[in-house]
T-cell receptor, first 116, second 116 residues
């Protein structure tokens, strides 16, 4: 089975530009998570969805960040306008919430974003 | 207060030796889950092992085992017979609440280097 798919794998952009990161979760998983990883702050949860509905966006740094999940197989994380401090690796992860399961989150390969 | 503490920023171990990576956690919820992930230099996050707070036995997955000491609130990862491919960052994470609560908090990680 395919794992979590993210695109692009690398993105280099200039300050002020819009950036869109994409994620396809594992088929059948009902939770989707967006994380950001930096050296200074480690791995931080930005937002997560259950059945396409945002549940907790308290980790979204500011209004420049937005996330959507229009259907069960696709999500986007958008940064507009981007700033150099947004440079990080952005991970998407998904999990399955069947009662009694461990709800292990499976991560995509990440998108390395560099904002110049 | 830190929810997950990994006190070893870096560890160096000889190939074929066993290694223990420390993780302590802080929660007042009687139901929680503990996870370990591996992040090699290629950047992906790989799930290794899970321990539930009510599990009676320590979790094992191949060469990985989790030394779960509930009273001490520790969940150390033990890797037996280490291999060069085990060199990576290792993250401990905790889910507070029963399975389905979903939100994970990650530690800062331990960088493990296996020497030939």
């Amino acid at each position: 089975d395919a794992g979590v798919i993210q695109s692009p794998r690398h993105e280099v952009t200039e300050m002020g530009q819009e950036v869109t990161l994409r994620c396809k979760p594992i088929s059948g998983h009902d939770y989707l998570f967006w994380y950001r990883q930096t050296m200074m702050r480690g791995l931080e949860l930005l937002i997560y969805f259950n059945n396409n509905v945002p549940i907790d966006d308290s980790g979204m740094p500011e209004d420049r960040f937005s996330a959507k999940m229009p259907n069960a197989s696709f999500s986007t994380l958008k940064i507009q306008p981007s700033e150099p401090r947004d440079s990080a690796v952005y991970f998407c992860a998904s999990s399955f919430s069947l009662q009694g399961s461990t709800d292990t989150q499976y991560f995509g390969p990440g998108t390395r974003l560099t904002v110049l | 207060a830190q929810k997950i503490t990994q006190t070893q920023p870096g560890m160096f171990v000889q190939e074929k030796e066993a290694v223990t990576l420390d993780c302590t956690y802080d929660t007042s919820d009687p139901s929680y889950g503990l996870f370990w992930y591996k992040q090699p230099s290629s950047g992906e996050m790989i799930f290794l092992i899970y321990q539930g707070s009510y599990d009676q036995q320590n979790a094992t997955e191949g060469r990985y085992s989790l030394n779960f000491q509930k009273a001490r609130k520790s969940a150390n990862l033990v890797i037996s017979a280490s291999q060069l491919g085990d060199s990576a960052m290792y993250f401990c994470a905790m889910r507070e609440g029963r399975a389905g609560a979903q939100k994970l908090v990650f530690g800062q990680g331990t960088r493990l280097t296996i020497n030939p």
